[in-house]
T-cell receptor, first 113, second 108 residues
């Protein structure tokens, strides 16, 4: 089945230790997104790729970086995780254009110790 | 920018009907999405409205009034598995702005 896959589902990292979350898709969608979601809050868009074009949200901390080596894969790098970065990280994809639904992966729950 | 408001919580009993309202203010309008999100899981798509009126999809229906900046999601014949957060979202280009979500608790 075509889908959005995120690995790992649960990630524990130490304060300040770099961590990478991965996302892959078999939908061949042009757009890939990374969201941060904290408990009882709406998903917050961190950045997205439209094909190879990277688009950072204005309020995304520099601590968060992303890479998209090809259409199928996208990575979220957190260079120096702080306690406030503990959250669910959601990857989503969408065909190009406005009005298309976004397809979400199952999420990676990040714990920072 | 987008400003999206929806109630924080709603409680209803099994078999009942619940209506979740969403009001929005956008600089342009390209439709409105509803997503369902169970605790600890990813959001899943429920509906997309771009024209005024009611769209029915089984037990779930979604309504839109563009002139009023208003939508609602109607859940009928509630089941325990409908306990979840329901997120209203409006697109801006190919990004989505989400409301904070309405947590629906279904009681036996």
């Amino acid at each position: 089945d075509a889908m959005v896959i995120q690995n790992p589902r649960y990630q524990v990292t130490q304060f300040g230790k770099p961590v990478t979350l991965s996302c892959s898709q078999t939908l061949n969608h042009n757009v890939m997104y990374w969201y941060q979601q904290k408990s009882s809050q709406a998903p917050k868009l961190l950045f997205h790729y439209y094909d190879k074009d990277f688009n950072n949200e204005a309020d995304t901390p520099d601590n968060f970086q992303s890479r998209r080596p090809n259409t199928s894969f996208c990575f979220l790098d957190i260079r120096s995780p702080g306690l406030g970065d503990a959250a669910m990280y959601l990857c989503a994809t969408s065909p190009s254009g406005t009005g298309y639904e976004q397809y979400f992966g199952p999420g990676t729950r990040l714990t920072v110790t | 920018g987008q400003n999206i408001d929806q109630p924080t919580e709603m409680t209803a009993t099994e078999g009942a009907i619940v209506q979740i309202n969403c009001t929005y203010q956008t600089s342009g309008f390209n439709g409105l999405f509803w997503y369902q999100q169970h605790a600890g899981e990813a959001p899943t798509f429920l509906s997309y409205n771009v024209l005024d009126g009611l769209e029915e999809k089984g037990r779930f229906s979604s309504f839109l009034s563009r002139s009023k900046g208003y939508s609602y999601l109607l859940l009928k014949e509630l089941q325990m598995k409908d306990s979840a957060s329901y997120l209203c979202a409006v697109p801006n280009d190919y990004k989505l702005s989400f409301g904070a979500g309405t947590t629906v608790t279904v009681r036996a």
